[in-house]
Nanobody
Framework: QVQLVESGGGLVQPGGSLRLSCAAS????????MGWYRQAPGKQRELVAA???????NYADSVKGRFTISRDNAKITVYLQMNSLKPEDTAVYYC??????????????WGQGTQVTVSS
């Protein structure tokens, strides 16, 4: 019964910005880790950014300096601020949350994906 709902995707011109949000709902006891993945047409899904329970962050080399991952623990929400967007950032972005819930001690949950298109 844990669900992740993503929002914030859309069409933006190169150099523009978008902010993605991913909120979890359900009976959740603790947050273990959160992250964002993306998958472009014809390519494998790749990790974009992650944040641990302690607040440590990790980014793919291709987005360092441009993207920032953050979270709001009270809202069980993770964000991805994307600046200086490039056409190669175009992909479906998926939220991932590793949570302790009423149903799984170590659950791995995914959002349904949100399309980000960077084009002039």
């Amino acid at each position: 019964q844990v669900q992740l709902v993503e929002s914030g995707g859309g069409l933006v011109q190169p150099g523009g910005s978008l902010r993605l949000s991913c909120a979890a709902s359900g009976t959740i006891y603790s947050i273990n880790a959160m992250g964002w993945y993306r998958q472009a047409p014809g390519k494998q899904r790749e990790l974009v950014a992650a944040i641990t329970s302690g607040g440590s962050t990790n980014y793919a080399d291709s987005v360092k300096g441009r993207f920032t991952i953050s979270r709001d623990n009270a809202k069980i929400t993770v964000y991805l601020q994307m600046n200086s967007l490039k056409p190669e950032d175009t992909a479906v972005y998926y939220c991932n949350q590793k949570l302790s819930t009423a149903y799984e001690v170590q659950g791995d949950y995914w959002g349904q994906g949100t399309q980000v298109t960077v084009s002039s």
